[in-house]
């Protein structure tokens, strides 16, 4: 199947300033020579820099000094990891991890495949928590105002505070918190509201949605329909419905089997991207069209089809609807996807933000205990949060960071970490994972079971004794060792699922009717709601579609910067029920016409020094009745300019079919035909280079494109595995970034409502690898079982195999990136994988297929007398992805499931007409058309 891909309105529009620029980017003036030197100057210059190249390539590190142990640890053997089951809480609700420790550091998050949540995939949330456990800005000290002071201070406040609450019941006290799934800690909240029934506990989560939904068993789903709702893309439920999505995509599961996707949406989204079909609908025309869909009356003709096709399928077909859609729209789709229902929401209880504040302006409350979250920033602008703190009296903040809430609270209590103390939580199904940390808390941080206990009484118990108690009083039998240690080993409390959880939302109305243009809210793919602002590793994560770091944006679609007469990086003024923000524009082809979307979670001014002054506060725009966004958005053109650091166009290889989409009656008619496009590779002795028997293993890589859903979780997890630094907004900005594998998108068809695909891309690891033939000093070259390989001591600089790489996957240490603002911090030190080397400035590196864990599997399998095991080697790409859209193992094992993904008439290799023989090769992508929809 011929396609015509490209990846922004720029490169459609083919301008000659929009060419030039993307010619000059690599390298930036490579075509002018701006000193007077003569040739003769010139080359006595880069004579003395090849001689002196071998000492920029042995750049001396700092001494450090080292301490052996005097007595090592039980269990602990130097060099070999040791693995915890444990969680990490998404708006409270848990996703399962094990995590990687070396000599007590933890060092890398994988998911658990035994918890239900996690599968034993991952996202980027929690592979940058690794990142955020070392954070040297989070919270240190317990403070009192301006004075730095001691939790027995504190303890001895409160030991105050609990007379005059004896006394009274609790009037004036309230708890404030997000959403809760901990059973210890509603257990906590609970007895403390039972001793001071005067007491009030409020709830307030930013991504709350009006109603839980219930979990459904998507990969029993023939057919799915999705208003507005990104089941895909980031959320506590993210990784299970990828999975179960991917498996009914595979093409290796069997074509038959294939489900069928619709999505209508204002905004692309990874569902979106997934689909069959994608509508581009603003959120008024969506809220049109869910009516229709439920009364079965005025639907557009284009909805015909699919609601023919999903009442066919009916008990087999699914239809997931957005928060912004009204409640009898909702119910319809409750009633009409309970056959497929699996797990019911978590019963809620707890108390509204929007009763928590009128409280305060009724001068109710006198000492508000914050429990994290970060209310002064992110509570809905109406309800001026910020400005009416300051009525209470008290107020005591227990929290990771000094953040905009903790700025506005006298004491402030430093929060242990997730992997710094013991606690437990519930995954939307409700099954329990019991929290265990892996390191003594790093800034003296306490837990929220740990303030509980003090202002309940109790200041002297341990967060681990809390914790086991609770667990203790659920399960009384005399098996109950047993039964803890098999919780802590597994990961999950059997027979857990259910139980109660504090409210996931207040009540709110759905978004305002209206005329003029539309305001979106949307979270960020990188941040979420603001809560990850400070974390590096997500800042610099290219965002999905728009390939935007360091930033956030007011996206909108090419017709709607046509006709206001934008273009990229224009800044602009929003005007928003008579509130202003300034935001630069990103043109965003798919977006709905007449639609701004804009971002949450940037604008922050007390995140840290990654998070602080990144990007603009779309929350200065949301208010509690249309939390979603609504209509009657005015856009006033400043004529001021944003410069973006965007990867869009970076490493670009241009004008191939590097993605490869068919149908599915294509593919059941030509099996062959859907890979096989544009030029043919040539035959196996068409080349000049010397063949090289493989006897032994052969590794090898496949990535089916018809699975990625593009979460970019691969490229973190790589970054988290093989310490590769982060450079900052201007290096990525001259394209520095130095990220191992990319997950290029290109859009396919009009710029008003593209097809929009998804390619992840590493080394190809080539076995005609045009990189090795250049290098001067053989610094890149082939190992015995097909790997490209780097050996960084003997790079001199050159970048003649960067030149000569067809793929664009390899990068170049310009700067000393491990001693840059963002890496240079001691503490980050304990955060590296102790079994990949920390390059130096001057030197290529890319991917290496995790050459660490392949030696590590073959070092114990030679222990073990016996042969490496198909699939027990796992990069770390392969290993987070949540839809298994990456394989790995041994191609000369015709049972691989490598090999039979290569064998498979999908399997292609990325410009192999070039004839490099890439290890790495795709399966193309699949559609699956519905006949009658393609008559509309």
């Not at 439920?237 to 991917?246: G, M, P, V």
């Not at 650091?645 to 670009?652: L, V």
């Not at 094992?893 to 070039?914: C, I, M, T």
Request: glycine share 8%; net charge neutral; aromatic share 8%.
């Amino acid at each position: 199947m011929n396609m015509n891909t490209w990846r922004s309105t720029d490169e459609l529009e083919d301008r000659p300033a929009f060419r030039d620029w993307l010619q000059r980017e690599f390298p930036p003036l490579a075509s002018e020579w701006t000193n007077e030197a003569s040739r003769r100057s010139f080359l006595k210059i880069m004579g003395a820099s090849f001689a002196l190249a071998g000492l920029n390539a042995c750049t001396r590190q700092a001494l450090e000094k080292v301490v052996p142990y005097v007595r090592q640890p039980e269990d602990l053997v130097p060099g070999q990891p040791l693995y915890f089951a444990s969680a990490l809480n998404l708006e409270g609700y848990a996703r399962g991890i094990l995590v990687e420790s070396h000599e007590g550091r933890p060092t890398k998050i994988e998911g658990n495949p035994e918890h239900p949540a996690s599968l034993g995939a991952s996202d980027v949330f929690m592979q940058a928590e690794i990142l955020a456990l070392y954070d040297p800005e989070r919270s240190k000290s317990v403070m009192n105002g301006l004075e730095v002071s001691t939790w027995d201070e504190f303890l001895a406040l409160v030991v105050q505070e609990r007379e005059k609450w004896k006394s009274n019941g609790g009037i004036g006290l309230r708890l404030l918190t997000g959403h809760i799934t901990s059973p210890t800690l509603l257990s906590q909240i609970e007895v403390l509201l039972q001793e001071f029934p005067n007491a009030k506990w409020h709830v307030h989560e930013p991504l709350a949605t009006k109603a839980p939904q219930p979990i459904y068993d998507v990969g029993k789903a023939e057919v799915i329909l999705a208003v507005e709702n990104d089941f895909l893309g980031p959320g506590p439920a993210q990784l299970k419905y990828a999975r179960d999505f991917a498996s009914r995509r595979r093409a290796d599961s069997g074509a038959t089997k294939f489900n069928r996707l619709y999505v209508a949406e204002s905004t692309p989204s990874m569902t979106g991207a997934r689909a069959d079909y994608r509508y581009a609908l603003g959120p008024r025309a969506l809220q049109e069209f869910g009516t229709a869909l439920a009364t079965e009356a005025s639907l557009p003709s284009w909805g015909v089809p699919i609601l023919a096709d999903l009442t066919r399928n009916k008990g087999r077909s699914l239809i997931l609807l957005g928060d912004s859609l009204s409640e009898e729209v909702r119910q319809f789709a409750r009633n009409w996807n309970r056959p497929l229902q699996i797990a019911q929401p978590l019963p809620s209880n707890g108390d509204s933000l929007s009763e928590f504040m009128q409280h305060v302006e009724a001068g109710k409350i006198e000492t508000l205990v914050i429990l994290g979250g970060n209310p002064a920033y992110d509570t809905p602008m109406d309800f001026k949060f910020a400005e009416k703190l300051a009525l209470v009296p008290l107020r005591i903040r227990l929290g990771l960071y000094e953040d905009e809430t903790s700025a506005l609270c006298q004491w402030r209590l430093p929060e242990a970490h997730p992997l710094e103390t013991w606690s437990d939580a519930r995954a939307f199904d409700g099954t329990a994972t019991i929290m265990q940390p892996l390191i003594e808390p790093l800034y003296g941080g306490k837990s929220a079971h740990e303030l509980m206990a003090a202002l309940a009484g109790n200041a002297v118990v341990s967060g681990y004794e809390i914790v086991r108690q609770y667990w203790h009083a659920q399960h009384a039998g005399d098996d109950f060792e047993k039964y803890w240690r098999k919780s802590l080993h597994d990961g999950v409390v059997a027979g857990s699922a259910g139980g109660k959880s504090s409210p996931f939302a207040p009540s709110v109305r759905a978004a305002a009717s209206g005329s003029g243009l539309e305001l979106v809210f949307r979270p960020s793919p990188s941040i979420r709601d603001g809560r990850f602002a400070n974390n590096a590793w997500l800042q610099e994560l290219p965002q999905p579609f728009t390939k935007i770091t360091w930033d956030n944006s007011a996206l909108i679609s090419p017709a709607t910067a046509k006709r206001l007469h934008l273009s990229n990086e224009d800044v602009v003024d929003l005007k928003y029920r008579g509130r202003l923000v300034r935001a630069p524009v990103w043109i965003l082809p798919g977006q709905a016409d007449d639609c701004v979307t804009v971002h949450l979670g940037y604008g922050r001014t007390h995140a840290g020094r990654v998070g602080n002054g990144v990007g603009f506060d779309a929350y200065a725009l949301r208010t509690s009745d249309a939390p979603w966004g609504g209509s009657g958005l005015e856009i006033v053109k400043t004529g001021l300019r944003h410069p973006f650091a965007t990867t869009q166009h970076h490493q670009s290889m241009e004008g191939r079919d590097q993605v490869r989409v068919g149908t599915l009656a294509e593919f059941q008619q030509h099996p062959a035909a859907v890979a096989q496009v544009g030029e043919p590779a040539p035959g196996g002795d068409e080349t000049l280079y010397v063949p090289i028997a493989y006897k032994g293993h052969a590794w090898g890589m496949a990535i089916d494109l018809g699975a990625c859903i593009g979460c970019n979780v691969c490229t973190i997890a790589c970054q988290a595995e093989n310490n590769i630094p982060v450079v900052g907004k201007e290096e990525v900005a001259r394209g520095r970034e130095m990220h191992w594998i990319r997950v290029d998108n290109y859009f396919e068809g009009a710029p008003e409502n593209p097809r929009i695909h998804f390619q992840p891309v590493p080394c190809m690891h080539c076995e005609n690898a045009p990189c090795e033939l250049v290098c001067p000093v053989g610094a890149t070259a082939h190992s015995s079982e097909g790997l490209n390989q780097m050996v960084y001591n003997r790079c001199v600089g050159t970048r003649y195999c960067s030149n000569n790489c067809p793929y664009k996957v390899r990068r170049f240490n310009f700067l000393e990136y491990d001693r840059n603002p963002f890496e240079s911090a001691p503490v980050l030190k304990l955060l590296r994988n102790p079994d990949v080397t920390v390059r130096t400035r001057g030197v290529m590196e890319k991917c290496t297929y995790c050459v660490q864990r392949i030696n590590r599997v073959r070092i114990e399998a030679e222990k073990q007398n016996r042969p490496i095991r198909d699939g027990e080697i796992i990069p770390a790409c392969a290993q987070a992805c949540p839809a298994e859209a990456i394989v790995f193992g041994d191609i000369n094992d015709p049972q691989s499931r490598v090999a039979k993904f290569k064998a498979s008439p999908l399997n292609y290799g990325l410009l192999a007409e070039l004839n490099t023989r890439p290890r790495t090769t795709y399966l193309a992508k699949l559609l699956n058309p519905n006949p009658e929809a393609e008559k509309t």
